[in-house]
């Protein structure tokens, strides 16, 4: 989809300058720290530092009503871990377009994969102001690979594949990566239609990564619905069904839609219950 020179792309995308990433920053919206933020919050669950104390009152009265959230979070990372992992060392893919990719925490995508294959090219994409300047100035690509930030909407498939297209090649496979993102999209057919949209514009060989929470816990649907209330952008839990129809038409690898917790478990799962109400899967577009 573009015939931009090989080296030239590396050349543009690989590296940034400290006065790019200032003057980019200085460039984003101002951020609202008087409202609690999903990205924010599930940082904090991880323990990382980027969060603010409306986010930590939040986490911690979802987490009164839900105790199981931390686990389950863990559990939705190390799935990210192992499905990247896996695609980029089993399935020889070199290129990732990761949206919606909250705030840098212990093992991004593109330091996953480029343990595997220091080639790799990933462009992660978000529209929250805190993540762009993290990512801007903290995820930063080996020199042999590329790593790239897109700010754009999730509800926008085509902004995001033609500002993706100016460093991956959509002429050869490409996994894209939806990770707890979806539920965010309150009518389920709408977002349906952004993973169709999405993966439309991929080639054959490319892959399907998905996880969003479900509503398979009372519990969760309560912290959930009292989380809505509180002025942040809506989460939507669904079925383990609903989410399943995100692969229509893909052909999903073995165990299918399962719990994060039960998807190629490995060490890291280790002390993980078999049940999280996190569920995902990965899916081959043949």
């Known amino acids: 989809m573009t015939d931009e020179p090989e080296n030239s792309k590396t050349s543009k995308t690989s590296k940034t300058s400290a006065n790019d990433v ?22 904090y669950w991880l323990g990382g530092k980027d969060n603010y104390e409306v986010d930590r009152v939040a986490g911690d009265a979802f987490r009164e009503i839900f105790p199981a959230i931390e686990t389950g979070a863990r559990a939705a990372r190390y799935f990210l871990a192992r499905a990247v992992r ?38 992660y994409v978000d529209n929250d102001p805190l993540v762009l300047a993290h990512a801007r100035a903290l995820l930063v690509s080996s020199p042999e690979g590329v790593t790239h930030y897109i700010d754009a909407d999730l509800r926008d498939p085509s902004t995001i594949v033609r500002e993706a297209a100016k460093t991956l090649d959509f002429d050869q496979p490409v996994a894209l990566m939806l990770m707890g993102i979806l539920g965010h999209i309150e009518d389920h057919d709408e977002a349906r239609t952004i993973v169709r949209q999405l993966v439309d514009a991929l080639p054959s ?4 990564v998905q996880y969003d ?7 969760y649907v309560n912290a959930i619905q009292q989380y809505n209330e509180g002025g ?55």
């Open 232 to 286: 942040s952008i809506p989460y939507i839990l669904r079925s383990p069904e609903q989410i399943a129809r995100y692969f229509d038409g893909l052909e999903l690898l073995e165990p299918g839609v399962a719990s994060c917790s039960r998807w190629r478990p490995d060490t890291e799962a280790l002390g993980l219950p078999a049940e999280v109400h996190q569920y995902g899967g990965v899916a081959l577009k043949r």
């Open 22 to 43: 200032l003057s980019k920053k200085e460039a984003l919206p101002k951020i609202d720290t008087s409202v609690p933020q999903s990205a924010r919050i599930w940082n």
């Open 205 to 208: 060989g490319s892959y399907l």
């Open 86 to 123: 896996h695609l980029a060392g089993e399935e020889g893919i070199r290129q990732f377009l990761d949206i919606g990719t909250g705030l840098p925490n212990v093992d991004n995508t593109h330091q996953i994969a480029q343990r595997v294959a220091p080639e790799c090219r990933i462009v």
């Open 213 to 219: 929470s479900t509503s398979t816990s009372a519990a």
